[in-house]
């Protein structure tokens, strides 16, 4: 871990849209409450989940496919216990997009022992 970029292990569920699928209220659709959507995020939460995206399962299943090892590193944006939306202001969004390839980076430079 880089001290500088605070990180923690967790698992990542996948979900099959950025809205509903993700306890969100703020989509064209909503059948469920906001303490529906607490439920959902606790449960979640209790069971490891620390970040809900739709991506890496075709990128799992396809590195997969081709026998390759591979690992997903996500960026938390919002606490979604808090809200659904992001507000954090453009500058921070792009510290934060870049600190995947830093983490990654130093983590493959240290098992080469550069």
């Known amino acids: 871990m880089d001290p500088e970029i605070p990180a923690i292990t967790g698992n990542t569920m996948c979900t099959y ?5 993700q ?3 703020d989509g064209a659709f ?7 959507k607490l439920e ?13 995206e739709m991506e890496s399962t ?4 396809m590195c997969h496919l081709c026998g390759l090892k591979a690992a997903v590193v996500c ?3 919002i606490n979604r216990f808090e809200s659904d939306q ?3 202001p453009y500058e921070k969004l792009m510290q934060f997009e870049q600190r995947p390839q830093h ?12």
């Open 17 to 21: 849209d950025f809205y509903e699928g």
């Open 23 to 25: 306890g969100r209220l």
């Open 30 to 36: 909503c059948t469920f409450s906001t303490e529906e």
């Open 40 to 52: 959902y995020l606790t449960e979640a939460y209790t069971n490891g989940v620390r970040n809900i």
């Open 58 to 61: 075709v990128f799992a299943a």
């Open 75 to 77: 960026v938390a944006l």
């Open 86 to 88: 992001i507000t954090i």
């Open 103 to 114: 983490l990654v980076s130093r983590y493959i430079k240290k098992c080469l022992g550069l």
